[in-house]
């Protein structure tokens, strides 16, 4: 057994377990095996419909592996109960309208994997899965501080959700090129992270971030821009707070920074950093661990993920991680015929045998909500992806600092925020308009 520290255990509320009742578990295909710590716990009695069969809905891969290996854990499930599924992969910007039209008409996938907000829109019209929530997380160490953010319908401890993973936004960098402008690491304030790219440009390596309506990109740069300099959507009450000093201050920064861009960002979807930084057009970006896994695993570009280097983005107040994340995050719909069928799906796959296999093959591509996890073997694999291991610890959520609502939900997926800093960074608006803007926006769904 591994000791667990506390900040491997970083959870809020209840659902971690001592180190005393965790026992060390071997899983793993083949020779490997990782030791993850579990509970003696047994799970939730859901007796599989007859006859049951499933249709699941998540988004494509970014990473090869992330398709592959859910799909042979799928079979695994389906050779080990009889429940056959079908698993669609559907496209980042086609999940939510997919997801939609099945709430809408009662009928299509009965499991979707969908985005952080997506289940809080459709709170009448999912399972609870408080049941199962509190096996896995009694059984892996706790659930992590934003999992439980996004599994939990607000203000109670009923589970509309099963968090899968979460892409984090760290910065990725070309290391050589970073020291040819003058410096060694990425700098962790504002003043000095423009300075960078400032330098970076003049030697001939642009900046680069999404500025375009890019579920995973787009939304982990902007976020970032308001969350670091101390803004937020809606205050705690829920009441629309983005026209602050701080949201305008954000806004003239992401002015400054953007004038160090390649051109065509504010175009950019979820695939146009990954191809310049691996062209050499731009030398610092944001992206999850997908771009340098693809980088490292092609003989074409090896060299420059050899050159790769990964960093905190500057912090927010306080000095906490202000980084966006792209968060999996797992519901049943109601109208299921075959919920108990549904639910045990969920469970096959978010147990160690299957879960530790499909993150390790990703590479921590889609970093664990739960706290055992972070014993996984592929935190040690590569040293360079040890800044991804704790992104479900962030204490930012979408629709900071209020709650997570249909209202938050519903202004991510408008892309209100993005919209915002393309308007404001490009100049084709002021700060000040921009922030007008965005507040009116917000409060179409902030009733």
Sequence with gaps: MKKMTRRDALVLGAGAVGAGGLTAAGFGRGARAAAIPTANVSPPAAKIENGASLRVLRPTKFVDADETIFRANTQKFTAETGVQVRVDFAGWEDLRPQTAVAAQTGAGPDVVVAWADDPHIYADKVLDLSELAGYLGQKYGGWLALPQRFGKKWGTEQWIALPMGGSGGPCVYRQSWIKEAGFDTVPSDHAGFLKLCQQLKAAGHPAGFALGNAVGDGNAFCNWLLWSHGGMVVDEAGKVAINSPETIASLRYARELYQTFIPGTLSWGDVNNNRAFAAGEIGLTQNGVSMYFSLKNDPRTAPVAQDTGMARMPLGPGGKMAENVLLLNGMIFKHTRYPNAAKEYIRFMMEAEQYDTWMTGCGGYWSHPLAAYAQSEVWKSDPKIAVYRDTNTVEFWSGYK???????????????????????????STPEEAVREAERRARRYYR
């Design 402 to 428: 209020g709650p997570i609502s249909a209202a938050s939900g519903s202004v991510a997926a408008d892309y209100v925020v993005v919209q915002m800093y393309a308007a404001a960074a490009s100049g084709q």
